[in-house]
Protein backbone atom coordinates (compact mmCIF):
# COMPACT_ATOMS: atom_id res chain seq x y z
CA UNK A 1 0.00 0.00 0.00
CA UNK A 2 1.15 3.26 -1.18
CA UNK A 3 0.08 6.68 1.09
CA UNK A 4 0.91 10.04 0.97
CA UNK A 5 0.69 12.26 4.18
CA UNK A 6 0.18 15.71 4.18
CA UNK A 7 1.41 17.96 6.91
CA UNK A 8 1.84 22.12 7.72
CA UNK A 9 -1.37 23.78 7.41
CA UNK A 10 -3.32 25.57 9.77
CA UNK A 11 -4.42 29.64 10.72
CA UNK A 12 -1.59 32.22 9.33
CA UNK A 13 -2.61 36.24 8.44
CA UNK A 14 -2.49 37.36 5.65
CA UNK A 15 1.59 38.37 4.48
CA UNK A 16 2.30 35.26 6.45
CA UNK A 17 4.11 32.16 5.84
CA UNK A 18 3.83 28.14 6.01
CA UNK A 19 5.63 25.47 4.71
CA UNK A 20 3.79 22.23 3.64
CA UNK A 21 5.48 18.75 3.61
CA UNK A 22 3.97 15.65 1.86
CA UNK A 23 5.67 11.92 2.14
CA UNK A 24 5.43 9.31 0.47
CA UNK A 25 5.34 5.88 2.08
CA UNK A 26 5.07 2.31 1.21
CA UNK A 27 6.11 -0.51 -1.67
CA UNK A 28 7.40 2.16 -3.73
CA UNK A 29 9.93 1.81 -6.62
CA UNK A 30 9.85 5.43 -8.22
CA UNK A 31 8.08 8.41 -8.09
CA UNK A 32 7.77 10.64 -10.96
CA UNK A 33 6.27 13.77 -11.36
CA UNK A 34 4.77 15.61 -7.95
CA UNK A 35 2.32 18.59 -7.30
CA UNK A 36 0.30 20.44 -4.86
CA UNK A 37 -3.13 21.33 -5.88
CA UNK A 38 -6.33 23.13 -4.04
CA UNK A 39 -9.48 23.56 -3.29
CA UNK A 40 -11.97 26.13 -1.94
CA UNK A 41 -15.58 25.47 -0.73
CA UNK A 42 -17.45 25.75 -3.86
CA UNK A 43 -14.82 25.82 -6.65
CA UNK A 44 -13.22 22.94 -8.39
CA UNK A 45 -9.52 21.67 -7.53
CA UNK A 46 -6.89 23.15 -9.07
CA UNK A 47 -2.99 23.44 -9.86
CA UNK A 48 -0.60 25.03 -7.71
CA UNK A 49 3.02 23.96 -8.71
CA UNK A 50 3.85 20.77 -9.68
CA UNK A 51 7.24 19.32 -10.14
CA UNK A 52 9.09 16.38 -12.13
CA UNK A 53 11.51 14.31 -10.77
CA UNK A 54 14.65 15.99 -12.98
CA UNK A 55 13.29 19.16 -10.79
CA UNK A 56 11.18 21.07 -14.00
CA UNK A 57 8.76 23.29 -12.27
CA UNK A 58 5.64 25.09 -13.21
CA UNK A 59 3.63 27.16 -11.17
CA UNK A 60 0.36 28.64 -11.50
CA UNK A 61 -0.08 32.45 -11.86
CA UNK A 62 -1.67 33.60 -9.18
CA UNK A 63 1.41 31.81 -7.00
CA UNK A 64 4.35 33.30 -8.69
CA UNK A 65 6.45 34.92 -7.01
CA UNK A 66 5.56 33.65 -3.57
CA UNK A 67 5.52 29.99 -3.18
CA UNK A 68 7.96 27.43 -4.19
CA UNK A 69 7.66 24.02 -4.51
CA UNK A 70 11.01 21.49 -3.66
CA UNK A 71 11.26 17.91 -3.38
CA UNK A 72 13.78 15.34 -2.09
CA UNK A 73 13.80 12.44 -3.87
CA UNK A 74 15.72 10.72 -1.20
CA UNK A 75 13.04 11.31 1.49
CA UNK A 76 9.83 10.29 -1.02
CA UNK A 77 8.52 14.26 0.00
CA UNK A 78 7.59 17.19 -1.60
CA UNK A 79 7.45 20.52 0.24
CA UNK A 80 5.38 23.78 -0.59
CA UNK A 81 6.88 27.12 0.47
CA UNK A 82 4.11 29.70 0.94
CA UNK A 83 4.98 33.11 1.68
CA UNK A 84 3.37 36.01 1.36
CA UNK A 85 0.17 34.75 2.13
CA UNK A 86 -3.55 36.02 0.99
CA UNK A 87 -6.87 35.55 2.21
CA UNK A 88 -7.81 34.25 -1.41
CA UNK A 89 -5.05 31.48 -0.93
CA UNK A 90 -7.42 29.78 2.12
CA UNK A 91 -8.13 26.57 0.55
CA UNK A 92 -7.73 22.83 1.20
CA UNK A 93 -4.00 21.66 -0.66
CA UNK A 94 -3.85 18.46 -1.19
CA UNK A 95 -0.78 16.52 -2.86
CA UNK A 96 -0.31 14.34 -5.99
CA UNK A 97 1.96 12.31 -7.44
CA UNK A 98 2.42 9.58 -10.00
CA UNK A 99 4.01 6.53 -8.39
CA UNK A 100 5.40 3.21 -9.34
CA UNK A 101 4.80 0.81 -6.78
CA UNK A 102 5.64 -2.82 -5.80
CA UNK A 103 3.26 -5.46 -6.14
CA UNK A 104 3.41 -9.13 -6.05
CA UNK A 105 3.00 -9.23 -9.96
CA UNK A 106 5.95 -6.41 -10.34
CA UNK A 107 5.31 -2.88 -10.71
CA UNK A 108 2.44 -1.08 -11.09
CA UNK A 109 1.97 3.08 -11.88
CA UNK A 110 -0.66 4.93 -9.81
CA UNK A 111 -1.48 8.28 -9.30
CA UNK A 112 -1.84 9.20 -5.63
CA UNK A 113 -3.61 11.82 -3.18
CA UNK A 114 -3.48 12.72 0.04
CA UNK A 115 -5.88 13.56 1.96
CA UNK A 116 -5.44 17.57 2.36
CA UNK A 117 -4.67 20.06 4.74
CA UNK A 118 -6.13 23.17 5.54
CA UNK A 119 -4.53 26.21 4.63
CA UNK A 120 -6.85 29.35 6.27
CA UNK A 121 -5.60 33.02 5.89
CA UNK A 122 -7.38 35.59 7.67
CA UNK A 123 -6.51 38.28 10.26
Known amino acids: QVQLVESGGGLVQPGGSLRLSCAAS????????MAWYRQAPGKQRDLVAG???????NYADSVKGRFTISRDNAKNTVYLQMNSLKPEDTAVYYC?????????????????WGQGTQVTVSS
Open 26 to 33: GSIFSIYD
Open 51 to 57: ITRAGSI
Open 96 to 112: NADIVSVTGRGTNNHDY
